[in-house]
C-alpha cells in the first residue's frame, strides 16, 4: 500500500511530465509553423534575403571611425522593409569608413543587423 506522500510524489511527477512534454511539443510545433511573417514572408528565407540587400543611395551625417560606425540618411530599404530614416550602422573594419565625411553621397549595402557589408563614396 501507497503512503500518502508516495501518492502524491507520483502525482506531482505526472504532471511535470506531462507539462514537459506539451511545452516541448508546442516550441515544435511553433518553430515549424510560425516561421512565417505577417507580411507573408518566411522568415529563414528573410534573414537569407536580407544579407543579399541591393545597394542604396545615402547621405553621410556622421562617421565615428574609432567604434566603426557611420550615421547615414538613406532611402527606403525594401528588402529590410524600412522607410526612409537616418541611423547608424557598424562595421567590424572601419577601415572602409576611411574617407568618407559629413554630407558625402554614398552607396551601401548591410545586413538584417545593420551591419555594413559595403559601402563606396558616390561621384558628385
Known amino acids: 500500500m501507497k503512503t500518502q506522500a508516495e501518492k502524491t510524489f507520483n502525482t506531482i511527477r505526472a504532471i511535470l511530465v506531462i507539462a514537459l512534454t506539451f511545452g516541448v511539443s508546442s516550441s515544435i510545433w511553433a518553430m515549424n509553423h ?24 545615402a547621405e553621410v551625417k556622421r562617421v565615428q571611425l574609432h567604434n566603426g560606425k557611420i550615421t547615414l540618411k538613406h532611402g527606403k ?9 537616418t541611423m547608424s550602422f557598424s ?8 574617407g568618407l565625411k ?23
Open 91 to 98: 562595421t567590424d573594419d572601419p577601415t572602409m569608413l576611411e
Open 34 to 57: 510560425n516561421n512565417d511573417h505577417p507580411n507573408g514572408h518566411n522568415m529563414h528565407m528573410m534573414s537569407e534575403h536580407k544579407a543579399m540587400q541591393k545597394t542604396v543611395i
Open 77 to 85: 530599404l525594401d528588402e529590410l522593409d524600412m522607410p526612409p530614416m
Open 102 to 124: 559629413r554630407g558625402d553621397q554614398v552607396r551601401f549595402r548591410s545586413d538584417s543587423k545593420m551591419k555594413l557589408l559595403e559601402i563606396q563614396k558616390t561621384n558628385d
